[in-house]
């Protein structure tokens, strides 16, 4: 069970959060201009993303779009080139026209359409961000829908270890992830709560994030679907707590 709770501690109405394919399309736009601007190489290497470099990231998220297209309208997308020779301005060329058409399907199928597409399109914008050392954005339309995924998939893994139900906290913002009241809370950044929950920290970090009680417990839960912490820090921690 996952709850989010606000400066009140009642719940945050889940519909207050912007619908997907606006976070989505933010994503993809966040992205262009940084890569635009920064102007990498394309065989940069994604510190968080070991596998892939600059390139190759895009390159997923090229490909996810097409599949998305495919699941949305239930319908096969129309053969496109192939991305495998492409550059990077190429491979953002060709995600923004894929984009289009997933923003469409996206606000034709409704607010909880893509929840797993926005998650991952943001957290790889986080990641691209790392890779550059771009600054993380103060405020993002995608960050509250993913973080919901991610909190969703968290609990699950703390029910399957059968641990007791803890409390993430940014210090303005709480949310209870688990079966029950919770037993103890953890406060950090709140981003570096999101990349603790997306596989993106150590155990090393995430016990240094601010418990009140002894945190190796729950550590097993933090490696759960397709996450897993890196055995060493992959980027640093983003800072104190709080929402700003």
Known sequence: MYTNLGEAGTPTLRGSRPPNHECYRQVRENVTELLGAAAPEGDVPVPSCPEWTLRGLVTHLVGVAATSIGRLSGWPSAPRASSADMDLPELLTTWKELGAEVDLLLADRGDRAGNILVMDAFTHELDIRYAIGAELPGEHPAFPGAFEVLA???????????????????????????????VATVTANRYDIYRSLAGRRSHRQITAMDWDRDSHRWLPAFTWGPFTPPVAAVEPVAGTAGDE
């Open 152 to 182: 969703n998939g968290f609990a699950c893994a703390v029910d399957d270890h059968q641990l007791p139900a803890l409390r993430l906290s940014t210090g303005t913002t709480q949310w209870t992830v688990g079966t029950g009241e919770p």
